[in-house]
Every structure is written in C-alpha cells, then in structure tokens.
C-alpha cells in the first residue's frame, strides 16, 4: 500500500499533517476517556514517511498479543489504525464494560467487540475536526479488528503489514494514562487526496509556495 505520492516532504508539509494527526488525537483522546472513563492523554505526534522498520516495543512483548483495529477512510488509500498490546486491549474492555480486571487473563470474544466499539468510536471522532478544518466530507469504512502474536518483530500481522511496506506516511500518536500504566497508538496515513487538501489548506503545496517565493523575486 502506498500513499500515492512522492514522500519527499518538506518541513512545512511535515508540520501540516503533523498538526492535524495533533488535533485529530486530541479528540480520539477525549471520546476514549468518556468510554473507558479514565484519562487518556497524548504524547507527542509524529509524522513519518519511512516505512516502519519493526513492530514497536509498545506494542506489545515478543510473545504477546497485539490488538489491531484498522479503518479505510473514503476508499482513496487513507487508513487509520489503533493498535493496543494485548493486556491494554483487556484492560480497556474491562473497562468500557465495568467489569473487574483481572491482569493477565486471556483476550476473548467479549474483548474484540469492545475493541470494535471502540476503535470506531475513537476514530470517527479523530476524523471529525479533519474534516471540518479541511471542509470536506470524510466517509470511514467499518472496521476490521485483528489480535495476533508477536513472534518476530520484522514480521508484521497482516493488518499491520502496510506500515512496513513501500513508502506510506505515517501520522503516529501515542496514547498513555495519568498512571502511564500501558501505551497505545493511534496511526494516521492520510491518502493522497487528504494530503493535498491539507498542504493546500496550510499554504504549504507546491503552489502556494512558489507564489510567495515570487512575491520576493525568488
């Protein structure tokens, strides 16, 4: 999977999807605390153009669960994941459900519906104030869940495995608590529409800058 075009970005470009993976997080954050009710916070966003080269160690431990939601938005090669390790993905069902947590136990059927619920809730709302801010209508697909076993870190699940091939831009933001008891994140890998719309709305598209470059005789 690819982004659809050229990942040669400049600073300014890295910094628009940068600010809107920010702002898109923040709501994430804040629909997820109501869910789960406990503090969610963000750490910082990231924009990256390389593939990923490994599974992070945040996502989980060689030989753990790793919990996967992925959405597609608009059906132009924009995506967004949610990924949870294993015992986050127990823990944040326990808590959607009121149910005492038991850590360490097991993930089950209970566990990959309240991640659904979740992660469609989550990333709708991360979607929302692209979207207005763009002033475009941005339709997500349902979501596909997955709960694999990290055996190798190079060995990507294959919901995950686009974030290691090609040249995908990635928009990542983690997920932590006040406790910063467990990490999760929250991927965004905007397509190539949704990338022009936002150097474009920054001022930052090839255009725009060389009108302000010729504004200085440059």
Do not use: W
Not at 19 to 39: F, M, Q, R, Y
């Amino acid at each position: 999977m690819s982004s659809g075009m050229n990942t040669e970005l400049d600073e300014l470009q890295m910094d628009a999807l940068r600010e809107i993976g920010n702002v898109g997080a923040s709501h994430a954050s804040t629909a997820l605390t109501k869910l789960v009710k406990t503090d969610i916070l963000i750490d910082v966003t990231e924009c990256r153009v390389l593939p990923m080269p490994s599974l992070p160690n945040r996502f989980g431990e060689l030989g753990s669960l790793v919990a996967t939601l992925k959405i597609d938005v608009d059906g132009e090669g924009s995506c967004i994941y949610m990924v949870f390790p294993g015992h986050v993905a127990t823990y944040l069902s326990d808590l959607l459900l009121s149910t005492p947590h038991q850590p360490g136990r097991q993930m089950n059927e209970q566990d990959r519906e309240a991640m659904v619920e979740l992660g469609d809730i989550c990333i709708r709302q991360y979607l929302v104030p692209i979207a207005k801010f763009l002033s475009v209508e941005i339709i997500p697909d349902p979501p596909a869940v997955s709960v694999d076993r990290i055996v190798d870190r190079l060995k990507f699940p294959q919901l995950l495995r686009p974030l290691g091939d090609g040249s995908l831009i990635r928009i990542e933001t983690n997920f932590v608590d006040t406790k910063k008891r467990f990490q999760g994140a929250i991927i965004f890998a905007p397509g190539e529409r949704l990338q022009k719309l936002t150097f474009k709305r920054f001022g930052v598209d090839a255009e725009s800058q060389a009108a302000m470059l010729s504004k200085f005789g440059l």
